[in-house]
């Protein structure tokens, strides 16, 4: 990721810059202030006896700009009224701008109708969002990028992939025995765009998704993988990880030796991270800090931190400057996400 000098000198006003967190992703916010050299605002959050929120900001936010972050991972439920209150109290108590950060948006997967009587719930928050007092979106890596569409406020899905280049360039690879993986047609665009950054050739897997947690894969199409010894596979999150263990099988068939699995968005639910630190054939599992990680000793897991990147992206906003000035990926001038 590239930014200018000036970019990255340029400080906010703290008495104009109110920043605000949830309960959701405390460490990624934390991260964002620190390289916004800015407080983070005290937020008090408690329950009644009744069980219901209670919320209270810990700073005027009159006549200010508002950016309140938080992630929306479990308890989902719990931490989306979160922020809809917060975003509510900063629209009563008169702020000038209310920016909602929102770094891993998970009902970006609700995002058609596939079947009777069920809600698109991602159109349903964006607009619960706007109702409350959101004024401006900013998250990362919508798994369906058609749910930008579904905002009626200005939305910008940033993107980590030149944080993943950063990490994976300096090991050099052979684009003779090294190869990217797309686990399905959604994620292809995305994964070519990082092959590309790479030097390496890309493979698009045909998939078919049974139910939440189980996948066939039919084959490889596009370049195939046969006599490469190496797969990155490219993904934008991984809930239980059933997907990537079908993947990495269906390589190893394909003589494959080594698999890299990077993700925007490590949710790793129901034992996913144990699952895929189970498969030898996996090495390493690179994610962000969207969602919180913990690692333990030994883990195969490694987490690259996004706090950069949204203070970036929030200091453009606030000098009201292109956010995608920001990305520099050589001969790429734009990017699917922006």
């Given amino acids: 990721m590239s930014q200018s000098p000036q970019s990255l000198t340029q400080m ?3 008495s104009e810059v109110r920043l605000f967190a949830g309960r959701s992703n405390p460490a990624l916010a934390g991260s964002i202030a620190e390289n916004l050299n800015i407080r983070l605002e005290e937020t008090h959050v408690s329950r009644f006896s009744n069980d219901n ?11 200010r700009v508002v950016y309140i972050v938080q992630s929306l991972v479990p308890p ?21 701008e209310i920016h909602a950060v929102i770094p891993y948006f998970s009902y970006a997967r609700s995002d058609k109708k596939d079947a009777p009587r069920i809600s698109i719930t991602a159109r349903l928050v964006a607009d619960l969002l ?3 007092g959101a004024t401006h979106i900013m998250t990362m890596t ?3 990028p058609q749910v930008h569409g579904f905002f009626s406020i200005p939305a910008d899905p940033l993107t980590a992939r030149g944080l993943f280049a950063d990490y994976f360039l300096p090991q050099q690879f052979n684009p003779d025995d090294t190869i990217v993986v797309a686990p399905d047609m959604g994620s292809a665009k995305s994964a070519a765009r990082f092959a590309d950054m790479l030097g390496l050739g890309v493979a698009t897997a045909n998939k078919t998704r049974i139910d939440d947690t189980r996948v066939h894969y039919g084959g490889l199409i596009g370049r195939q993988v046969s006599g490469f010894k190496r797969a990155i596979i490219h993904d934008d999150e991984i809930a239980t990880g059933g997907t990537i263990v079908e993947l990495t099988r269906l390589l190893v068939e394909h003589g494959l030796e080594e698999v890299s699995v990077l993700c925007t968005h490590g949710v790793f639910l129901r034992g996913g991270l144990e699952r895929l630190e189970a498969v030898p054939e996996i090495k390493e599992i690179v994610t962000t800090d969207t969602v919180p990680q913990k690692v333990n000793p030994g883990s195969k897991l490694v987490v690259l931190s996004t706090g950069p990147i949204f203070a970036g992206a929030i200091r453009q906003n606030y000098y009201h400057r292109s956010i995608g000035e920001l990305f520099d990926f050589g001969d790429r001038t734009q990017l699917d996400e922006l």
Wanted: charged share 15%; proline share 0%; no cysteine.
């Fill in 12 to 14: 906010l006003d703290q």
């Fill in 76 to 96: 989902v439920s719990d931490h989306l009224v979160e922020l809809l209150m917060m975003l509510d109290i900063a629209k009563s108590a008169a702020a000038r």
């Fill in 130 to 132: 706007h109702t409350a």
């Fill in 142 to 144: 919508l798994h369906s």
């Fill in 53 to 63: 929120l209670f919320v209270q900001l810990g700073a005027s936010v009159r006549g």
